[in-house]
Structures are given as C-alpha cells and as structure tokens.
C-alpha cells in the first residue's frame, strides 16, 4: 500500500480543513487506516483510525467531536474533516495503514504497529 496525504494548509482558530489520504494498491479496501500528528519537538501522536468496512471509528480525546473520520473504498480515500481548529493541532499530520488489520485495541493508538506511512502534510492554526 502506497498512501499520499494532501489537503493540509494554514487556518486561523475555529476554521476547518479536511485532509485526504489516497492509497494505492490492492489491499486498501481491507486495511484499517488512521492519522497520526506530529508537532515539532514532540512524538508522533494518535489522532483518528477507521475499519476497513468504514463501521468503526476511534478518536484521541484531544480531537472527539472536531473531527470526523471517513473512508470511501471505491476511490481508495480516507477523509479526515478537522472543525474547530485550535493552535494545539498544529502539526505534520500523516495517513498510516494497518494491513492487515491485526492490532488489538492496545495498540490502536501507537505508531509502532502501522505497516504504511504516507509522506505528511502540515497543518498551521494561528491564533
């Protein structure tokens, strides 16, 4: 699975970007897919997952109720709808596939188990 994030730019407090990841490869449509962020100096942190089917999504506490996670198969495409937006989401924000979709829910939320990593796009909130 290739994926490629796009969709990132500079807002100011309370505005709205949404984010895509495009995958390719044949396995997309069976992989659960996720973001990831990463703001300068800190680790790359768990934002949103979604099944493969699209059924079930996880969110960071940081982010529930902001955001809105999605996936459309047919276009190989996950969808990351950011509301609200606050300086403190600043951050590279990257697409990550979990193929196949073994992690428990343990480790849903760490980085370490994702199998692809898109190359990030950054997201700017200013005050």
């Known amino acids: 699975v290739q994926l490629q994030a796009s969709g990132g730019g500079s807002v100011q407090t309370g505005g709205s970007l949404t984010l895509s990841c495009e995958a390719s490869?044949?396995?997309?449509?069976?992989?659960?897919t996720a973001w990831f962020r990463q703001a300068p100096g800190k680790e790359r942190e768990f934002v949103a997952r979604?099944?493969?089917?699209?059924?079930?999504?996880y969110y960071a506490d940081s982010v529930k109720g902001r955001f809105t996670l999605s996936r459309d198969n047919g276009k190989n495409t996950m969808y990351l709808q950011m509301n609200s937006l606050k300086p403190e989401d600043t951050a590279v924000y990257y697409c990550?596939?979990?193929?196949?979709?073994?992690?428990?829910?343990?480790?849903?939320?760490?980085?370490?188990?994702?199998?692809?990593w898109g190359q990030g796009t950054q997201v700017t909130v200013s005050s």
């Open positions: 979604i099944a493969w089917s699209g059924g079930r999504t």
């Open positions: 490869g044949r396995t997309f449509s069976r992989s659960a």
């Open positions: 990550a596939a979990d193929t196949p979709p073994l992690l428990i829910y343990s480790e849903l939320w760490y980085a370490r188990g994702y199998d692809y």
